[in-house]
């Protein structure tokens, strides 16, 4: 009887807790039942946290009128704990339960206009809207500039194909890819380019996520590959002149790092001893209190922050000056070895990237020198693939040891005398005595390809030179202007900040040339041995003639010539031996590829000195930059000096070891060996 008892009077508790229950479920429906507050609870999901007067405002109840009927409905979701106010900050937010309420209007919504039988669209703005055919004109004469009425013809023909799909949704993809094949049916293949929508498809997608790379370089690398990917198409159909972009696509020209050509300068110089006031307001706070670097304290901080932020707003390569005559303050060696190589090896953590170049000019003691280079190897050593490295000076017969063991284990340095040299060959622009500038170089011309329509005529190979380089000096102009804007507008911040908006900054443009001694040597028939120079010396100061004289009718007073190695040569050679068949090297290679630029051989060097004088002979003439590489692999210590001292008559060189990088252990080893000479791996990094 007690127990019926009991069980009697619990029965209403529980009934009346359902009650309530469904009586709760009732009032949810009632708030959802009003678009406002359906807008409230959106508007709080997306924009986080905000106070009353800012979400009256993005809500649209803008008027004093209005202001009842706002604390109305959102006295209403208060009520129903749909949206919470901390009373701390007085700002308004959405609970988790008025997110579970938004997704469920969301269904719903989504479907009752399945059930309507009307076409619905399915944006890239993540939303669902009823098909607008208004909308393809606007797009047609907005981003395509077609005429208004063409524009009414073509969305009428995609109308009907439209309307014949046999699918519950329309995407944007699928109605762009629709007015796109309906304007090349009807020979609009302008305006097509102008509408297409950039990206990869899913199966380039996926390819990239299940590469070797994708573990290699992480999340960021595929992002960085997917974006360049994006960026190339765009340029090539949609900011290059046709010209330019059909001669890139022929193999004629080609564009490296074509994902950045409008965005970043190739190569930046920038004199930190000049920088008085590196100021980023407050995007980068730690860049921010770097006002003087006047001490090597204040240099090797600058160091770990500036070069991998410095590298984000170059494609290829920055070269830094005025560091090492602040770091030769540090009389202790040991201390100065140790700290440099700790702030190389940190500034190193934010992955790969551009190559970084520290200038190390030859007035500094040479006890400061050696120990920078020493403290440069420790980093080379700790590093598998180094991507900064050094600018020596001439003139240091005692830091000779120090280059040859850094360069051995694997480093990156160059050797120069006169005006800065980025570790590429690039010269650095004087146009305004700056300590900053940009140089543009990535624009590589196919020398062998005019050789061989030049029918072995070395004068019309010369005249044909000359067509090739005003369009791209045109083009490299544009790039110019294009770059400089966006460091205007805050796309290179630490650049921009450090030459006041670019009022301190110079810039140059250079046409790159690809298979000189290809064409001259090889294609024209000029034996090295014979007239072979002296026709190689006069093709090139007809291209610096041709550049300067363009330059001037373009309002560019840096408008040089430059030999230099980008990824041009492997493409040109491909493409020239697909046309051709098989194309004539200068140098053997693994793999098809023209010169660029010249490389010795350490050994041949030694003996050799007409090598030497050679390559003087043309870095000379080059005014943008000569790429001149000897290549010490296997040369002892001993013999990596000497080769340094058979270089002195050069302006330029830069010094080469070539090994092999274990993938398994990150040790470097002789590429002689077909496995790690520590882990045993046979795997190899590329």
């Not at 600058?302 to 303050?329: F, M, N």
């Not at 010169?595 to 003439?621: P, T, W, Y």
Request: net charge positive.
């Amino acid at each position: 009887m007690s127990s019926d008892q009991d069980y009697s009077q619990k029965e209403p508790r529980k009934g009346g807790v359902l009650e309530s229950a469904s009586r709760r479920v009732r009032m949810i429906f009632s708030v959802m039942a009003s678009p406002n507050r359906i807008d409230i609870l959106r508007i709080l999901n997306t924009k986080g946290p905000l106070t009353y007067s800012e979400l009256k405002a993005l809500a649209g109840f803008k008027s004093k009128k209005e202001s009842g009927k706002f604390a109305y409905h959102l006295r209403k979701l208060l009520r129903q704990l749909l949206v919470a106010l901390n009373k701390a900050e007085r700002r308004y937010t959405i609970t988790n339960l008025g997110k579970l309420v938004l997704s469920l209007a969301r269904q719903i919504e989504e479907r009752s206009i399945i059930e309507s039988g009307k076409m619905y669209v399915r944006t890239s703005r993540q939303s669902i809207e009823e098909f607008n055919s208004h909308k393809i004109i606007q797009s047609l004469v907005r981003e395509a500039n077609l005429p208004l009425e063409q524009a009414h013809k073509i969305t009428e023909e995609v109308e009907n194909k439209i309307y014949k799909f046999q699918t519950s949704y329309l995407t944007s993809s699928l109605i762009r890819e629709t007015v796109n094949s309906v304007l090349i049916e009807h020979g609009h293949e302008e305006y097509r380019n102008k509408l297409a929508r950039l990206g990869l498809p899913p199966s380039d997608i996926a390819e990239m996520l299940a590469s070797a790379e994708a573990s290699r370089n992480g999340a960021e690398g595929i992002m960085n590959r997917t974006a360049n990917a994006v960026f190339s198409e765009y340029l090539i159909f949609n900011t290059l002149p046709k010209d330019i972009a059909d001669m890139h696509l022929a193999g004629e020209m080609h564009i490296s790092a074509a994902g950045a050509w409008s965005l970043l300068p190739d190569t930046i110089f920038l004199d930190l001893a000049e920088v008085s006031n590196l100021d980023m307001q407050g995007r980068f706070p730690a860049v921010a209190r770097l006002a003087s670097l006047k001490t090597p304290d204040d240099m090797l901080t600058a160091l770990t922050v500036l070069i991998p932020l410095l590298a984000c707003e170059a494609s290829t390569e920055v070269v830094l000056e005025g560091v090492a005559p602040v770091l030769a303050k540090v009389k202790d060696a040991d201390s100065l070895s140790k700290e440099f190589a700790r702030a190389l090896i940190s500034s190193s953590a934010a992955g790969p990237g551009p190559m970084t170049a520290i200038a190390i000019p030859a007035d500094i003691d040479a006890r400061q020198v050696n120990a920078m280079l020493d403290g440069y190897r420790r980093y080379v050593d700790a590093t598998p693939t180094p991507r900064i490295g050094l600018s020596v000076g001439y003139g240091k017969k005692d830091a000779l040891d120090y280059v040859a063991a850094a360069v051995r284990a694997g480093g990156i340095i160059a050797m120069s005398s006169g005006p800065a040299r980025a570790a590429s060959g690039i010269r650095k622009s004087t146009g305004k005595n700056s300590p900053a500038a940009m140089a543009f170089q990535s624009l590589s011309i196919n020398l062998p390809r005019l050789a061989y329509e030049s029918n072995r005529d070395e004068t019309y190979f010369r005249a044909k030179l000359a067509l090739m380089i005003k369009p791209a000096l045109a083009a490299l102009a544009a790039r110019k202007k294009a770059v400089t804007d966006g460091a205007r507008r805050g796309l290179l911040p630490a650049f921009a900040s450090a030459t006041q908006s670019m009022q301190h900054a110079s810039s140059g443009i250079m046409a790159n040339l690809t298979g000189a001694k290809e064409s001259v040597y090889g294609i024209l028939g000029h034996e090295e041995a014979g007239n072979g120079a002296e026709i190689l010396q006069k093709v090139l100061k007809t291209a610096v003639e041709v550049a300067a004289a363009e330059g001037k009718k373009l309002g560019e007073e840096s408008a040089a010539i430059a030999m230099v190695a980008d990824d041009s040569a492997a493409r040109f050679a491909t493409l020239d031996s697909e046309k051709y068949g098989k194309v004539l090297l200068v140098q053997s290679q693994n793999t098809p590829s023209y010169s660029q630029g010249m490389v010795m051989s350490g050994r041949e060097m030694l003996s050799n000195a007409a090598m030497a004088k050679e390559c003087a002979a043309i870095d000379k003439v080059l005014n943008g930059g000569f790429a001149a590489v000897a290549d010490v692999t296997d040369l002892s210590a001993a013999d990596v000096a000497g080769v340094i001292e058979a270089s002195a008559g050069l302006a330029f060189i830069r010094l080469q070891a070539r090994l092999a990088v274990c993938a398994a252990c990150g040790r470097k080893y002789k590429t002689s060996l077909d496995r790690c000479d520590g882990c045993k791996s046979p795997h190899r990094l590329q």
